[in-house]
């Protein structure tokens, strides 16, 4: 007699039976921690740019804390009668040229430290570290020199070339980092369907540097927008002055125009806070983009 074994019944798990996921440290902190020291932080950090735009926007002699009625006589009185229209310009050119002159001589020096091997190549890195130790007054001299000897004193030329030494070293280095995750097998494939090294950087290589290439040329734009020492130094014409030494003007040594130099702090603030509010998502890949080790 052959008996018909029944099937084992299936195990059935119960929710106290399951194993209970590890729980992250700061799953288990209460929100309000984490909330309640951000806003701090956030009430500190806005707090001035209150202020600034306060000064800005109230009549001149005004107390008020809350800026009605609302006037912009000093933005008019920055843009027209101070020439922040010429200064604006100016640091814009000053800007985009030190932007692509920077790209472009990172991309190549990033490019040999990255792919190619050569005897100095540590003491290069070394030296492009120590560089960055160097403080930008110690520059002044060499470089007024050089441009008193090549005629370029009094010209824009002369601050982007200083502005483009001057930034030239982290460029690059950042450049080559970005260039080292890139694999060499990319390239090597394309050396086999009749690439030059050239072609299959352009057509391979450079579009995945777009983040990187974003984060550096930011970089380069915010640091030769807000930069005063070399601007003041090799521009002597007022017509050729950036915005930096511009506010430097609203100065004296008697009386200060706070309503003035706090419009003229915004009109030199609002294009650096829109260029990166559109550029944020590339700075934010090609921060993480460089922080990986190839």
């Given at each position: 007699m052959i008996t018909e074994i029944a099937p084992a019944p299936e195990r059935v798990v119960s929710r106290q039976t399951r194993p209970r996921t590890?729980?992250?440290?700061?799953?288990?902190?209460?929100?309000?921690?984490?909330?309640?020291?951000?806003?701090?932080?956030?009430?500190?950090?806005?707090?001035?740019?209150y202020w600034i735009l306060l000064f800005a926007l109230r009549p001149a002699g005004s107390t008020s804390l809350v800026p009605w009625p609302v006037t912009f006589d000093h933005f008019e009185k920055v843009w027209t009668e101070r020439s922040?229209?010429?200064?604006?310009?100016?640091?814009v050119l000053v800007g985009l040229a030190t932007l692509v002159l920077t790209t472009v001589v990172a991309l190549a020096g990033g490019y040999a430290l990255a792919r190619f091997d050569f005897r100095i190549k540590r003491a290069?890195?070394?030296?492009?570290?120590?560089?960055?130790?160097?403080?930008?007054?110690?520059?002044?001299?060499p470089l007024f020199q050089i441009f008193a000897k090549l005629?370029?004193?009094?010209?824009?030329?002369?601050?982007?070339?200083?502005?483009?030494?001057?930034?030239?070293?982290?460029?690059?280095?950042l450049i080559s980092g970005f260039i080292r995750n890139v694999p060499p097998s990319l390239e090597e494939a394309a050396w086999v369907d009749g690439c030059t090294r050239f072609a299959a950087f352009?057509?391979?290589?450079l579009p995945l540097l777009r983040p990187g290439l974003v984060a550096v040329g930011s970089f380069a734009f915010?640091?030769?927008?807000?930069?005063f020492l070399f601007a003041l130094m090799f521009l002597s014409d007022q017509s050729k002055q950036t915005i930096p030494v511009g506010l430097n003007t609203l100065m004296s040594a008697d009386s200060v125009d706070l309503g003035a130099l706090a419009a003229g702090g915004i009109v030199a603030a609002v294009p650096v806070v829109i260029v990166f509010a559109f550029i944020q998502k590339w700075l934010i890949t090609g921060f993480s983009a460089g922080a990986v080790k190839g």
């Open positions: 590890r729980r992250r440290a700061w799953d288990e902190v209460p929100r309000w921690q984490i909330y309640l020291p951000l806003s701090i932080y956030l009430l500190f950090t806005l707090i001035p740019f922040f229209g010429t200064y604006f310009q100016n640091s290069f890195m070394l030296a492009l570290l120590c560089s960055q130790f160097v403080p930008g007054a110690l520059l002044l001299v005629s370029m004193i009094n010209s824009l030329g002369s601050v982007v070339i200083a502005e483009t030494v001057f930034q030239l070293p982290l460029s690059m280095i352009r057509i391979v290589v915010v640091h030769a927008w807000n930069h």
